[in-house]
C-alpha cells in the first residue's frame, strides 16, 4: 500500500471536512433539509486485479470481474461539498491457475466525501476520497475444493466523476472508483490446506447511470 498516496488522501478528505464543518453548524435544524439529498441508480463495472503474493502453500489466485446494479445516497453539506455511501453486491469466481477454487459475495460499502466543482452548471463534475469495507459471504467452493474462506478488510477508495443534468431534477451520472484493497484465501484441497495471503483485489468500479436531485 503507497503510504504517500495514503497520506494524501486522508489530508484531502481533512479539509473537506474542514471546509464543510462551519457551514454545517451555522444552518442548524436545515441540514435535514431534503433538498440536500441526492439519489442515483448505476450499472457497474467492478473490474478486479485478484492476483495473489505471498502465497503461503503456493496457492496463485486470479478473481474475475463482476457487472452488477448499484445504488448510492449523496448528502450536500454545502453547494460543493458532499458525502456519497454507495451499496452494492457482487459475485466473483476464484481461480487457481485452471482450477476454479469457488465463488464468493463481496458487500462493499464505501463512503468518501467529494468536491463538486460547479455544482450549479449542466455539467457537473466532482473528484472524492474515502474509505472501503469489503465484507465477503456465501462462499461456494469448487470442484474437489472444500472450506474456502475470504477475510474481509479495509481499504482507501478515491474516485472522479460528474452530473449531466437534463432539467432541474433528472440526470446522467458516470462514476469511476479505485479502491485499494488486499484480503487473505484460505481454502482446502481435499486434506491439503492452501492460503494465499495479500491478494490484491485493487478493483476499478466503473458505473453510468441516472441521478435524482430533491
Same mark, same amino acid.
Given at each position: 500500500m503507497n503510504m504517500k498516496f495514503i497520506k494524501q488522501t486522508l489530508l484531502f478528505a481533512t479539509i473537506l471536512v474542514g471546509i464543510s464543518t462551519p457551514a454545517v453548524a451555522?444552518?442548524?435544524s436545515d441540514w435535514l433539509s431534503k433538498e440536500r439529498f441526492q439519489i442515483r441508480a448505476r450499472a457497474i463495472g467492478v473490474i478486479a486485479d485478484g492476483d495473489g503474493h505471498e502465497s503461503v502453500t503456493s496457492l496463485k489466485t486470479?478473481?474475475?470481474?463482476a457487472y452488477v446494479p448499484e445504488v448510492d445516497l449523496?448528502? +450536500?453539506?454545502?453547494?460543493h461539498v458532499a458525502a456519497e455511501l454507495i451499496a452494492a453486491t457482487a459475485e466473483h469466481s476464484i481461480?487457481?491457475?485452471?482450477?476454479d477454487v469457488g465463488d464468493t459475495w463481496i458487500l462493499p460499502p464505501t463512503l468518501t466525501l467529494q468536491y463538486h466543482f460547479t455544482p450549479d452548471n449542466q455539467f457537473s463534475p466532482y473528484i472524492g476520497a474515502g474509505i472501503n469495507y469489503s465484507l465477503f459471504y456465501g462462499e461456494d467452493e469448487g470442484t474437489g475444493f472444500n472450506d474456502l474462506d475470504v477475510d474481509g478488510g479495509f481499504g482507501y477508495a478515491v474516485q472522479a466523476g460528474f452530473d449531466y443534468w437534463i432539467n432541474d431534477n433528472w440526470g446522467l451520472n458516470f462514476?469511476?472508483?479505485y479502491v485499494d484493497l488486499e484480503?487473505?484465501?484460505d481454502?482446502?484441497?481435499?486434506?491439503?490446506a492452501l492460503s494465499a495471503h495479500n491478494v490484491d483485489l485493487n478493483p476499478w468500479i466503473i458505473?453510468?447511470?441516472?441521478?435524482?436531485? +430533491?
Open positions: 451555522g444552518e442548524g486470479d478473481v474475475d470481474n449523496t448528502y +450536500f453539506f454545502t453547494d481461480k487457481a491457475g485452471t482450477n462514476d469511476a472508483k484480503v487473505d484465501v481454502v482446502n484441497l481435499g486434506a491439503t458505473g453510468a447511470g441516472i441521478s435524482y436531485r +430533491f
